[in-house]
């Protein structure tokens, strides 16, 4: 859920915020996403990735070099450039090619699925060699490939090989609309739908394990929060109390949820034990407390009008005093954390923008987006990218943006609006 001008649920209920919470759905046919680039990083290091023979759709090659552009960090070197270059295992020498590429990555699918990569630099010849085993999802050893090369390089943990989940609406405009939350791979390909409803569904977030997604539904016609198994499709309710249950976030031990409950009157923060349904309050004002995410293990960064305008606080896990985080902008909501920054919604002047800034101290931050309604920014588990919904053409999108603002993809949906994106995990299974 986030705190924005057009969220209507709650609009009915609290009236006397000058900005307020929306529900704003969109659809999608059951397909994978479209792929357009805006933006790519030309000041890049240069890497050369010759052409690996598969039979997968896009290739082995395709996914990495499509992988690595969107770190921003990484220009691919025209493979026209190194021509008759020998194939994998063949003699390579690559301080040869110093002048057009940095690193030259060469590989072989082994038949089976799985790949061998070699990856060399051409400033020592260095070479260093990964075999990566099939997967049932066969575009998988070659996103494992991408975080092997961009960790060798960058020596910052790979997050290609994780999961996007989203939410559409089909037949947004009509009574007969649907809602449908949907997992896919990070760059929109394998789509699997996890459940739909006639009813809203809201705000996904992955299990710190990867393994299930928490949810607000209105499936029951009130809001609900749900915890639902992405294999096994086992759902249970873990919060149906009278007013809002809103915007679950896992603790990264996977413990609790935090969550935005008004059951009590104004919405707060919360925690619920998601194995005993033990409830701890965590903030007690007279403002509205909502969008809770974890900051490491004990604090919690949520969004709260209690100043007047939506701004990002800071509480401890265990309750107490709130620290404010944000003072550029009168509006700022929807923080997301990982690997020590944040991103958030920042508004101005009737515009919303994606930033990102760093946990690590100082008050400055980085525009990353520059649409009108930009929305829900989810970071990659190594923060190194973020993926948000735009307004684009008149659709909502999802794109992704690369930390530093040198890439900038867009994943759209064949006949409708995308919503509510959340990054998963590093992947266990």
């Keep these: 859920m986030i705190f924005t ?57 395709g996914i990495i070099e499509a992988d690595l552009k969107r770190s921003g960090r990484f220009t691919i070197v025209d493979r026209a450039k190194i021509p008759n270059l020998a194939p994998f295992g063949g003699t390579l020498n690559a301080s040869a090619y110093q002048g057009i590429a940095d690193y030259i990555v060469r590989g072989k699918d082994d038949g089976n699925g799985g790949l061998s990569i070699e990856l060399t630099s051409t400033s020592d010849n260095a070479k260093t060699n990964y075999q990566i085993s099939a997967n049932s999802n066969s575009r998988r050893p070659a996103h494992k490939a991408a975080d092997q090369i961009y960790q060798k390089i960058t020596q910052e943990k790979g997050a290609f090989d994780t999961r996007l989940a989203y939410v559409t609406v089909i037949n947004n405009a009509s009574s007969n609309r649907l809602f449908k939350l949907f997992v896919s791979d990070a760059d929109g390909h394998n789509e699997q739908e996890i459940m739909s409803s006639r009813e809203p ?36 309710l873990i919060s149906g109390r009278k007013g809002s249950n809103n915007a679950p976030s896992w603790s990264p ?23 005993s349904g033990a409830l701890k309050r965590i903030t007690n004002s007279s403002a509205i407390d909502t969008e809770p995410t974890w900051n490491g293990t004990n604090s919690i960064i949520f969004t709260s ?65 520059n649409g009108r309604m ?55 299974r």
Excluded at 18 to 35: C, K, N, R
Excluded at 352 to 359: G, T, Y
């Design 5 to 61: 001008t057009n969220m209507t649920v709650i609009r009915n209920n609290i009236k006397s915020i000058s900005l307020l919470f929306i529900f704003l759905f969109s659809s999608s046919l059951h397909a994978e996403l479209q792929l357009s680039i805006s933006k790519s990083a030309n000041d890049g290091i240069p890497i050369y990735i010759a052409n690996i023979a598969a039979t997968i759709p896009g290739g082995h090659n």
């Design 201 to 236: 569904i809201t705000s996904p977030t992955w299990s710190p394990n990867g393994t299930e997604l928490a949810y607000t539904s209105f499936e029951l016609n009130r809001s609900g929060i749900y915890i639902q198994n992405i294999f096994s499709g086992a759902k249970r």
């Design 253 to 275: 031990d996977g413990s609790k949820l935090a969550v935005s409950l008004s059951f009590d009157g104004n919405p707060e923060i919360y925690t619920i034990n998601v194995r």
């Design 305 to 369: 009008n209690r100043g007047g305008k939506p701004q990002l606080y800071r509480v401890s896990g265990s309750g107490g005093s709130a620290q404010r985080l944000t003072f550029g902008g009168k509006y700022n909501s929807a923080a997301d954390v990982a690997n020590k920054k944040m991103t958030f919604i920042t508004g101005n002047r009737g515009a919303f923008h994606v930033a990102i800034k760093s946990l690590g101290g100082g008050s400055g931050r980085d525009m990353l987006s």
């Design 374 to 428: 930009d929305e829900t920014p989810t970071l990659a588990p190594n923060g190194t990218m973020v993926a948000y919904t735009t307004l684009r053409g008149g659709q909502n999108t999802l794109a992704v943006v690369s930390d530093n603002g040198k890439s900038k993809q867009f994943l759209r949906s064949a006949l409708g609006d995308i919503r509510y994106p959340a990054w998963s995990p590093y992947l266990h």
